[in-house]
């Protein structure tokens, strides 16, 4: 894995050809763009593409919001877990067919563009729900949802499509509930699954590949369960920026089917030299030191501790993951030091 470079020089980015970028924790938080990422994404020179889990804007809405930033991007350079959420649809709709929406316009201007007709209440017969987060969606639109999901597939039921299953979104004052908390909700109520469109599942890569012609993309995001997850099912690069939900601690701890290929603080380290880590085993104790830059990481059976941090943090994070991750037991079986998980 690339996180573990012996060697100096190369960047994250080399050998790719396409950008996937979040935007939630990764460009902005709120409405504010995040330091540096605007500057870093316009220094890398390469065709981007925005893949949000959000379903409450248009494409057009949030090209204007980055746009504002300075950033020169059209609507179709904006992929949508709702545009996602019509590729799991359309098999089941006929022209003109009702769909239940719990939402904003993100999911509404999909679903007309396409020939279907917006509906908000299980009495309109609707033949598929869809939902996803908007800050507007309150207990009667669950409720609706709800009503019109009672019956399950092998029994008739009617297909139901989440954009996301984002537990946590982050906005300008925190971190605050996302979609799957409320498709949990509805899921309490009927007893059945939603089926998923968005990160971590691969038809918003899918729709990204086809749409970019991308041979080798890479995947900056904030979250290991939706933007590392969903890179590594798809089978490209993945690189995890700490501006965002997940940070050292989640990182360290991660499960080996989340982590990524690179880690870097902010957008800044797309383009920057990938510092070596340096592997050193003392043969009188069986310790094992890990350094990256001037942080140094030390493996004393199940101990993992620290014995210097680094000049950026992220140089600490990369140290300590290599001396977790490349140890003969889960991390559970490990104990790791307070200072490494304050991170």
């Not at 729709?207 to 099912?233: E, Q, V």
């Amino acid at each position: 894995m690339a996180l573990f470079r012996k060697s100096a020089a190369a960047t994250p980015l080399d050998g790719i050809d396409c950008l996937y970028i979040d935007l939630d924790g990764v460009v902005y938080q709120g409405a504010a763009a995040i330091p540096h990422a605007v500057d870093s994404i316009r220094a890398t020179g390469l065709p981007t593409a925005y893949l949000t889990n959000n379903a409450s804007r248009t494409d057009a809405d949030v090209a204007e919001h980055l746009s504002s930033f300075g950033l020169e991007v059209r609507p179709d350079q904006v992929v949508t877990s709702p545009q996602a959420a019509m590729r799991l649809l359309a098999p089941h709709l006929e022209p003109g067919d009702p769909v239940l929406v719990v939402g904003g316009a993100g999911i509404v201007v999909e679903i007309e563009s396409r020939g279907w007709r917006v509906v908000r209440a299980a009495a309109d017969r609707p033949k598929a729900v869809v939902q996803g987060f908007h800050p507007e969606v309150g207990w009667k639109d669950l409720a609706e949802a709800a009503f019109a999901l009672q019956r399950k597939p092998e029994d008739g039921g009617i297909p139901w499509i989440a954009t996301n299953g984002d537990w946590t979104i982050p906005v300008a004052g925190g971190i605050a509930p996302g979609n799957g908390t409320l498709v949990s909700a509805v899921h309490t109520a009927v007893g059945r699954l939603a089926e998923f469109a968005g990160k971590p599942e691969t038809p918003m890569f899918e729709l990204a590949t086809d749409r970019f012609g991308a041979k080798a993309p890479a995947m900056i995001g904030d979250r290991l369960d939706t933007d590392i997850l969903g890179a590594r099912r798809t089978g490209i690069r993945s690189i995890l920026v700490l501006t965002g939900i997940d940070r050292g601690a989640s990182l360290i701890g991660a499960d080996a089917s989340m982590r990524p290929d690179h880690v870097i603080e902010d957008l800044r380290g797309l383009t920057a030299p990938i510092l070596p880590l340096r592997e050193t085993l003392e043969t009188s104790t069986g310790d094992v030191y890990f350094e990256v830059g001037t942080a140094a990481v030390r493996r004393s059976g199940i101990d993992i501790s620290l014995v210097r941090a680094g000049e950026r943090p992220v140089d600490t994070i990369r140290a300590a993951c290599a001396a977790v991750w490349s140890a003969d037991r889960p991390v559970l079986g490990l104990r790791v030091a307070p200072e490494l998980l304050a991170l």
